[in-house]
Nanobody
Framework: VQLVESGGGMVQPGGSLRLSCAAS????????MSWVRQAPGKGPEWVSS???????FYADSVKGRFTISRDNVKNTLYLQMSSLKPEDSVLYYC?????????WGQGTQVTVSG
C-alpha cells in the first residue's frame, strides 16, 4: 500500500495550489479518502473528506476555499486550495479509510508566505 502526496510548495497569501495523492496497492475506489494537516507540535487537523459515493465534507476553516476530488481511474486524490492564508502553512497528508483500516501518506509541505 502506498499513498504519495505531491504538489506542495511555497505560495503567496491569496494564491492557489493543487495537492495530489497517488494511491497504489489497494482498491482506491473502495476507500473513503481524506486530507489531514498537521502543524509542528500540534495534533492532526482534519481538512476534508470524499467518500466512495463522491460526497464531500469540509472543515469550517477551509470551506469555500478548498475543493476535494478523486479520480478512481487514475487512483488519485486531489485538493484544490485557493485563497490560501498563512495559517494554511502546514504539512498535508492524505489518508485512506475503510472499516478499521487507515493508510497514510508521507505528507507534502505547504507554505503560504509573502
Amino acid at each position: 500500500v502506498q499513498l504519495v502526496e505531491s504538489g506542495g510548495g511555497m505560495v503567496q497569501p491569496g494564491g492557489s495550489l493543487r495537492l495530489s495523492c497517488a494511491a497504489s496497492g489497494f482498491t482506491f475506489s473502495s476507500y473513503d479518502m481524506s486530507w489531514v494537516r498537521q502543524a509542528p507540535g500540534k495534533g492532526p487537523e482534519w481538512v476534508s473528506s470524499i467518500n466512495t459515493a463522491n460526497r464531500t465534507f469540509y472543515a469550517d476553516s477551509v470551506k469555500g476555499r478548498f475543493t476535494i476530488s478523486r479520480d478512481n481511474v487514475k487512483n488519485t486524490l486531489y485538493l484544490q486550495m485557493s485563497s490560501l492564508k498563512p495559517e494554511d502553512s502546514v504539512l498535508y497528508y492524505c489518508k485512506a479509510t475503510r472499516s478499521s483500516n487507515d493508510f497514510w501518506g508521507q505528507g507534502t509541505q505547504v507554505t503560504v508566505s509573502g
